[in-house]
């Protein structure tokens, strides 16, 4: 039932911009609050951004003014985004779209992930 899929990803010099997305039903949208999480090697998963479907957010400090979550809800969409820019060289990492119960940044918090995208910022 609840499906998400994650593209956009890629490589980026430090300073440049991406866009991720994650298409979603329109099911999950109404249900869950969606976020995006990253994973570094050898580090563990972490929170980037929430969002429920009223548009509150929520920020890990560490991309506060450089990354903006968002979502399309439209019938035809229900997609999920996650604007980045600014990027720097920490934010290398798998990221990772996820559905979950709770305005929070806590990956045990959220049961349905996607396969995941690579970002990966190079000076």
């Known amino acids: 039932q609840v499906q998400l899929v994650e593209s956009g990803g890629g490589s980026v010099q430090a300073g440049g911009s991406l866009r991720l997305s994650c298409a979603t039903s329109?099911?999950?949208?109404?249900?869950?609050?969606l976020g995006w999480f990253r994973q570094a090697p050898g580090k563990e998963r972490e929170g980037v951004a929430v969002?429920?479907?009223?548009?509150?957010?929520?920020?890990a400090d560490s991309v506060r003014g450089r990354f903006t979550i968002s979502q399309d809800n439209t019938k035809i969409k229900n997609t999920l985004y996650l604007q980045m820019n600014s990027l720097k060289l920490e934010d290398t990492a798998m990221y990772y779209c996820?559905?979950?119960?709770?305005?929070?940044?806590?990956?045990?918090?959220?049961?349905?992930w996607g396969q995941g995208t690579q970002v990966t910022v190079s000076s």
């Open positions: 329109a099911y999950t949208y109404g249900t869950y609050y």
């Open positions: 969002i429920d479907s009223d548009g509150s957010t929520v920020y």
């Open positions: 996820a559905a979950g119960v709770v305005l929070a940044l806590v990956p045990r918090y959220f049961g349905y």
